[in-house]
């Protein structure tokens, strides 16, 4: 029988080129995926789902070609901006899920309320779907970073070899 001996690291200890192997290592890997997805998609489908609206289709890339696609849910009677309390809606916080997205959501609406303009229903929420895919673009951008990586690895007490292989205790 033979005994190895390693030494095992935190991501804080490693060295700036042994931190950079062990983020590109993570993000490359097939235990990496996208945090907050399945809320970001909720938040978007109960949001427009209380215009009486729905999602279609969705891809989301944090390099900015992201697509999606939304539509009324009744094309032959569809509803108006007037249809809607928006002012009480935006006064609340979170109001569809709870996550943060709703807020991010309910921007161009507070705009809407403060300025009212003449734009239809289905571009003010356009406007908003926007703006959720931007602020998902963004944090998914940030997900792929050594910043972000440094406060996973700390979360999850994942030991690293000198060289920024992550090791499984």
Not at 26 to 42: G, K, L, R, T
Not at 61 to 68: A, K, L, R
Not at 87 to 104: A, H, K, R
Not at 143 to 150: D, I, M, P
Request: with cysteine; net charge negative; hydrophobic share 30%.
């Amino acid at each position: 029988m033979k005994t190895i001996s390693l030494n095992l690291y935190t991501f804080d200890e490693l060295t700036p080129e042994a931190q950079e192997k062990a983020t590109n290592d993570y993000n490359n890997s097939p235990y990496f995926q996208w945090a907050w997805s399945d809320e970001n998609i909720e938040t978007i489908r109960k949001a427009l789902a209380y215009f009486n609206y729905r999602l279609n289709d969705y891809t989301f890339d944090p390099f900015g070609h992201s697509s999606i696609s939304i539509a009324p849910n009744n094309i032959h009677k569809a509803s108006k901006i007037k249809d809607f309390d928006l002012e009480e809606l935006v006064e609340g916080d979170c109001p569809f899920t709870g996550y943060y997205l709703d807020e991010v959501f309910c921007d161009p609406l507070r705009d809407y309320t403060e300025k009212p303009t003449a734009t239809s229903l289905d571009e003010l929420l356009k406007k908003c779907v926007a703006l959720c895919v931007k602020a998902i673009e963004e944090e998914m951008l940030y997900q792929t970073t050594k910043e972000y990586f440094a406060e996973l690895s700390e979360g999850n007490d994942y030991t690293f070899e000198a060289d920024g292989t992550m090791r499984n205790e």
